[in-house]
């Protein structure tokens, strides 16, 4: 009876985050392809999910393009000029910024000590190296995820207690995001 209800326990382990994965891309999926179906009246599965890529793609080509820019920035700086709408896109194209594109803020995985002895340390991203317009041009700022969770907390920490990690920013995230349970 013991090693059946191993073997169910060593079942859900394998096959609940692969059920989960498929089923929230799926949704995504499926969600994204009726919406984008509904708005242009077609009744081909998959369709609007393709219109969405060729769209996404299309507005990244007009984005990068010099005289599209311009337009799209003027629209951009508008935006920014109402109040709470203000609020929302700012922090959104930060946060995607971050992630992706040229000016990526997660790229530099850091050990940052914690306490008089240096025995304590926590894992992080280095976010802007200078802090000199908030009068301390002897700190940065620091970056530390939580695990399990799109929170975190930025610190404001001296360059003295913060060491460089040699590995890449992704392996990192991942390592602090599962709680220190994925990674070699």
Known sequence: MRRLAYYFLQGLIFLVPIIVTFWAASSVFLTIDASIRQLIRSPIP????????????????????FFTRRILLFFERMLDRLPLLKLLHTSLKDLMTAFVGDKRRFNKPVLVSIGADDRVKVLGFVTRTSMEHFGRPQDLA??????????????IVPQ?????????????????????????
Do not use: C, H, R, W
């Not at 590995?167 to 070699?184: H, N, P, R, Y």
């Open 46 to 65: 998959g369709l609007g999910f393709l219109v969405m890529l060729v769209g996404v793609t299309a507005f990244g080509f007009l984005a990068s393009n």
């Open 142 to 155: 620091v970056y530390f995820p939580q695990a399990y969770n799109f929170a975190g907390q930025l610190v």
């Open 160 to 184: 003295t207690a913060v060491t460089a990690v040699p590995l890449d920013a992704s392996e990192v995230m991942t390592f602090i995001v599962s709680g220190g349970v994925t990674g070699k």
